[in-house]
């Protein structure tokens, strides 16, 4: 089995568009929607929703069509609208001109308000919030009838204008759906289709004090665009009767099939934007771009790729039943699209000083470096390399341990590109102090990295020259959470899950000197460290901030190696 090539595996929702155009169902048509509520960030959740949408669209020949769920104006901000936007078409999908706000279709669902209260199919309630609460009865007990439900049209129709023109408090009144008091379905025990808000909206401003509900507004939008399929996640799946009731009363021309999928839930992730917020507002992180976060302009920022991000997506699937996705996948396909683009340069976090004795005081030499063994095309880089040069403090032990083949007292490693070392002496700062400088000597016979007699060393280190290195700050990041689900806490606050140690600074980590032109956003591989990607908000010109995106650490082949070793 290979992991490296997912065939586009089909899934329920294909097989019922395909079903549908068998039948010429809409006449053909496909036409989806992504349907945010700008009231935060986009996270990897809605990556599954988007790629989900606009890839069938694509797959179908239909299109899909970027629609702003703005009707509760109290928590909805331009900021989100904006990023909603730069984040969908930074994962690779274009709405071209197909870009809706529910909020344009306000007089439009007002309308149809009326024509239902004409109809005898709504009518405004007074009773209070908690009353409504109280009269809506259980799952085991029927709800019972407001004593304001046989209210005639004239006096509904009259009291909803008036709620319009902002005659009432809020909470006073609110529109509700005539439907039954004693449905097993809670949303069908006459729902509430409007209610009053006395707040200015992002767009409409101060033109509406009433605004609908989700279950109003969502199929009403659905229809007007003429969507064939209305994709949404499973909690929506009751609400699914009340969709297709509203639709019917108001005998609309386009009836959209609503179609629930299993949510996207993450190991060591919270996918809740409530949540999410808390985090931002708490401190807890630098904001809604904080690489540690799963929203896509968090994990744009350290570095995941699009097509990783897609390809993930794709890779888990869609179906009806909740589960939870291991990170080391999203981190695997991260991997497997970075080894393929991103350049291999040397860096190193902590350096050792090394002084190779017998080596030219002034000598330097240009040594060839190849930018990716995966793709020859990449070409190759030269590296200098002089008499004193940096190396990893974790490649040198000064009593090492059984299986520490890396640099120690007497032993001779190999040098990347380089030469084979040996080390001769170790300097301190004081006696039985802090090793600050390793004395080695280099055997010129091993230019490149090989010895012309075949001898063998069995380690081969990353190393920089320490006159011309740059010297950068790099942030490590771990995960946000150190519990596999956050969200279960002792104390029942996810926050208490928070991994303190999700983010080290190193200040000075020393960089081979072809890093001179990284530009933000660029992705490389540090040899024998891992992904990086240099930081688009906090680099400055000449001093670049390089993010981790992730270690070289592939424990997902793991995994399914011991699965596979167990089946
Ligand atoms: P909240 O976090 O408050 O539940 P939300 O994530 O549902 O909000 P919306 O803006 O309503 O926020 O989501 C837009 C679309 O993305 C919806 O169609 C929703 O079903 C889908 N979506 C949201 N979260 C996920 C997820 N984890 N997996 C798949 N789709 C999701
Ligand atoms: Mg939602």
């Not at 909020?103 to 199919?121: H, I, N, P, T």
């Not at 946000?480 to 029942?492: E, R, T």
Request: one cysteine or more.
């Amino acid at each position: 089995m290979t992991t490296s090539n997912p065939v586009a595996s089909t899934n329920f929702i294909r097989q019922i568009i395909t079903e549908d155009l068998k039948t010429n169902k809409n006449q053909g048509r496909v036409t989806t929607r992504f349907p945010p509520e700008p009231n935060g960030y986009l996270h990897i959740g809605h990556a599954k929703s988007i790629c989900l949408n606009f890839g069938l669209a694509q797959e179908f020949g239909g299109v899909c069509n970027l629609r702003f769920d703005d009707t509760n104006p109290s928590k909805e901000e331009m900021e989100y609208v904006e990023s909603i936007q730069a984040d969908v078409h930074w994962l690779g999908f274009d709405w071209g001109e197909r870009l809706f706000y529910a909020s344009d279709y306000f007089e439009q669902f007002y309308q149809y308000a009326v024509q239902l209260v004409k109809a005898g199919k709504a009518y405004v309630c007074s009773l209070s919030p908690e009353e409504i609460r109280r009269y809506r009865g259980t799952l085991t007990e029927p709800g019972q009838d407001s004593p304001y439900r046989e209210r005639s049209v004239a006096e509904n129709l009259d009291l909803l204008a008036r709620m319009r023109a902002g005659e009432f408090p809020e909470g006073a009144h609110v529109l509700r759906a005539k439907i039954d008091m004693t449905h097993p379905n809670l949303h069908m025990r006459d729902p509430v289709l409007y209610r009053i808000i006395h707040a200015p909206h992002h767009r409409t401003g101060d033109r509406w004090c009433i605004y609908p509900m989700y279950d109003f507004a969502h199929c009403l939008s659905d229809s007007l665009e003429g969507i064939t399929h209305s994709i949404c996640t499973l909690e929506f799946e009751d609400n699914r009767i009340l969709y297709d009731w509203i639709l019917d009363q108001l005998q609309v021309a386009c009836h959209p099939q609503q179609i629930e999928f299993a949510r996207l839930n993450l190991t060591y992730t919270v996918l809740s934007k409530r949540k999410l917020l808390q985090l931002v507002n708490l401190g807890y992180v630098s904001g809604w771009n904080d690489p540690r976060m799963p929203t896509l302009a968090g994990m744009r920022r350290r570095g995941y790729t699009p097509a990783s991000l897609r390809n993930f997506c794709e890779r888990i699937g869609v179906g009806k039943r909740e589960n939870l996705v291991d990170l080391e996948l999203l981190d695997f396909c991260l991997r497997e699209d970075l080894n393929k683009r991103a350049p291999r340069v040397m860096a190193v976090l902590r350096p050792l000083r090394v002084v190779i004795d017998n080596y030219p005081q002034d000598q330097v030499e240009e040594l060839e470096a190849i930018n990716n063994p995966e793709d020859p095309g990449m070409g190759t880089r030269l590296v200098p390399f002089s008499r004193v040069l940096y190396i990893e403090r974790d490649d040198f032990m000064e009593q090492p341990p059984k299986k520490f083949y890396r640099l120690a007292p007497g032993r001779e490693v190999r040098l990347r590109y380089a030469y084979y070392i040996k080390c001769t002496e170790v300097v301190k700062d004081e006696p039985g102090g802090e090793i600050i400088e390793l004395r080695c000597t280099y055997d010129p016979q091993t230019r490149g990295g090989y010895a012309s007699d075949g001898r063998p060393v069995k380690a081969t280190l990353h190393w920089v020259s320490a006159v011309h290195a740059l010297s950068a700050e790099v942030r490590l990041y771990d995960r946000l959470f150190a519990k596999p689900n956050p969200s279960d806490a002792q104390d029942g606050d996810f926050k208490s899950n928070l991994n303190p140690n999700s983010l080290e600074v190193i200040r000075a980590a020393q960089l081979e000197p072809s890093l001179a032109g990284a530009r933000p956003g660029d992705h490389y591989q540090f040899e024998r460290l891992g992904y990086f990607c240099v930081d688009t908000v906090d680099s400055t010109e000449g001093a670049p901030v390089f993010n981790r995106t992730v270690t070289l650490r592939d424990t997902w082949a793991k995994v399914q190696k011991a699965q596979q070793a167990g089946r």
